[in-house]
């Protein structure tokens, strides 16, 4: 009864800057912590960066001072700001969030993801 679905992703240059953005809808009370992972070809999908309900943030070493995360309470929304964008930064981003619903149960949900590729 959730969804979470990204968007923003897609070609760029070393360098250049995308923003993504995760929605969630459906039986939304609330949501606490959200986050970013990524799953680079070949690799194993990691933690990009998360941030709570209250906006303490969390980034992996290899994007801090690059990327930021941010969140609109107001619209269940998330983002994540790329900015100096590497090679190594080509991976498929994934929207994680930890979803409260009217009772106050705590449930975790995934996005399908979205393709970021950053060309060299």
């Not at 968007?7 to 929605?23: D, K």
């Not at 900015?83 to 979803?99: G, R, W």
């Amino acid at each position: 009864q959730v969804q979470l679905v990204e968007s923003g992703g897609g070609l760029v240059q070393a360098g250049g800057s995308l923003r993504l953005s995760c929605a969630a809808s459906g039986s939304i009370f609330g949501i606490n912590t959200m986050g970013w992972y990524r799953q680079a070809p070949g690799k194993q999908r990691e933690l990009v960066a998360t941030i709570t309900r209250s906006g303490s943030t969390n980034y992996a070493d290899s994007v801090k001072g690059r990327f930021t995360i941010s969140r609109d309470n107001a619209k269940n929304t998330v983002y994540l700001q790329m900015n100096s964008l590497k090679s190594e930064d080509t991976a498929v981003y994934y929207c994680n969030a930890d979803v409260v619903d009217w009772l106050n149960s705590v449930r975790n949900y995934w996005g399908k993801g979205t393709l970021v590729t950053v060309s060299s």
